[in-house]
C-alpha cells in the first residue's frame, strides 16, 4: 500500500491532490513504488519522443510553408514582406501573400 506521503517524497513536484490520487490509482492497479517510478520514466520518455517528433513535424511545414509563400510573391512583396522598416508593412505583405497562398488552395486564382 502507497501512501501520499511516499508519493510526495519519491516524487516532490507533485501537489498534494495529485499525489492523493497517484497514490489511489496505485493501490487500485496494485503497484509498488518501483514499478510506478519505472512507469512514469517510461511514460516521460516515451513522451519526450512524440514531443520531438511534433516539434520536428512543425519545423518541417514550416519550411514548406515558406517555400509556398516564395512561390506566390513577387520580388518585391517578398522583400517588403521581410526587409519593410515598419511592422505594419511586413504583417500587411505576410498577410496578402498567406491570403493568396489560401486562394490557389481554395481553387480560386487571384
Known amino acids: 500500500m502507497i501512501t501520499e506521503q511516499e508519493i510526495r517524497s519519491t516524487f516532490p513536484m ?5 499525489a492523493a490520487r497517484l497514490a489511489n490509482a496505485a493501490n487500485k492497479n496494485k503497484l509498488n513504488i518501483g514499478k ?19 516539434q520536428g ?17 513577387t520580388p518585391k512583396e517578398w522583400h517588403l514582406m521581410h526587409h519593410a522598416k515598419r511592422r505594419r508593412t511586413r504583417h500587411k ?12 488552395f481554395d481553387g480560386r486564382r487571384t
Request: charged letters at 25%.
Open 93 to 104: 505583405y505576410e498577410n496578402r501573400l498567406a491570403r493568396r497562398l489560401q486562394s490557389i
Open 14 to 18: 507533485l501537489k498534494p491532490p495529485d
Open 36 to 54: 510506478l517510478t519505472a512507469a512514469i520514466e517510461t511514460a516521460a520518455k516515451v513522451l519526450n519522443y512524440v514531443v520531438g517528433f511534433v
Open 57 to 73: 513535424s512543425v519545423e518541417l511545414i514550416k519550411c514548406h510553408y515558406r517555400v509556398l509563400l516564395r512561390e506566390v510573391a
